[in-house]
């Protein structure tokens, strides 16, 4: 069955994509890695911080060591698939059992409008993807929450053959 011939409210969206830098620690550093996300995304971006101590790598909790960009709708769908022209393909261990999946791109410089700066150097992010049916914020929603039925709910297969078609990324 092509999407095409799925009911409306059963074919997936994009619910949203989460772009994340981890730099490791705060400074010019992590100032750069928002430079460059926030140009990526034309979006501001949000400092993640770490969540517990290692003394290992000199992080402390609480620390600012990363920064991420949350995109909805038209935004969302083009970033995705700008970012999985650039992945290529993604491998199907990266799906969840809800149709969500994860994937990493190695270099910044691979966006459009991105150049190579010596003194920058070069930045790798992770992309988050949530997808999910029409329909699933009534699951959601603070007045009168319903639950949605198991056969409504996107699964890992479903959410494969949607990033196959829609994007025309091999899975692998």
Same mark, same amino acid.
């Not at 994937?103 to 010596?118: A, K, N, R």
């Not at 914020?137 to 603070?142: A, C, I, L, N, T």
């Not at 319903?146 to 709910?153: A, L, N, Q, V």
């Given at each position: 069955?092509?999407?095409?011939?799925?009911?409306?409210?059963?074919?997936?969206?994009?619910?949203?994509?989460?772009?994340?830098?981890?730099?490791?620690?705060?400074?010019?550093?992590?100032?750069?890695?928002?430079?460059?996300?926030? !140009? *990526?995304?034309?979006?501001?971006?949000?400092? @993640?911080? %770490?969540?517990?101590?290692?003394?290992?790598?000199?992080? &402390?909790? /609480?620390?600012?060591?990363?920064?991420?960009?949350?995109?909805?709708?038209?935004?969302?769908?083009?970033?995705?698939?700008?970012?999985?022209?650039?992945?290529?393909?993604?491998?199907?261990?990266?799906?969840?059992?809800?149709?969500?999946?994860?994937?990493?791109?190695?270099?910044?410089?691979?966006?459009?409008?991105?150049?190579?700066?010596? !003194? *920058?150097?070069?930045?790798?992010?992770?992309? @988050?993807? %949530?997808?999910?049916?029409?329909?699933?914020?009534?699951? &959601?929603? /603070?007045?009168?929450?319903?639950?949605?039925?198991?056969?409504?709910?996107?699964?890992?297969?479903?959410?494969?053959?949607?990033?196959?078609?829609?994007?025309?990324?091999?899975?692998?």
């Amino acid at each position: 069955m092509t999407l095409e011939e799925i009911h409306e409210m059963r074919q997936p969206v994009v619910e949203k994509v989460v772009v994340h830098m981890n730099v490791g620690e705060g400074g010019r550093e992590l100032q750069n890695a928002e430079e460059i996300i926030e !140009d *990526i995304t034309a979006q501001t971006s949000v400092r @993640t911080q %770490a969540k517990q101590s290692n003394p290992e790598f000199g992080i &402390r909790e /609480g620390d600012p060591i990363g920064c991420m960009v949350t995109l909805r709708g038209d935004e969302a769908h083009d970033l995705l698939s700008e970012a999985l022209g650039i992945a290529g393909a993604v491998p199907r261990s990266s799906f969840d059992e809800y149709g969500n999946f994860s994937f990493g791109v190695e270099e910044h410089t691979d966006f459009e409008g991105q150049e190579y700066d010596p !003194d *920058i150097g070069i930045f790798g992010m992770d992309v @988050t993807v %949530a997808l999910a049916r029409k329909g699933k914020r009534v699951e &959601r929603r /603070g007045v009168k929450p319903r639950e949605i039925p198991d056969e409504h709910r996107l699964n890992e297969e479903d959410a494969v053959a949607f990033v196959h078609e829609t994007f025309e990324v091999d899975i692998e």
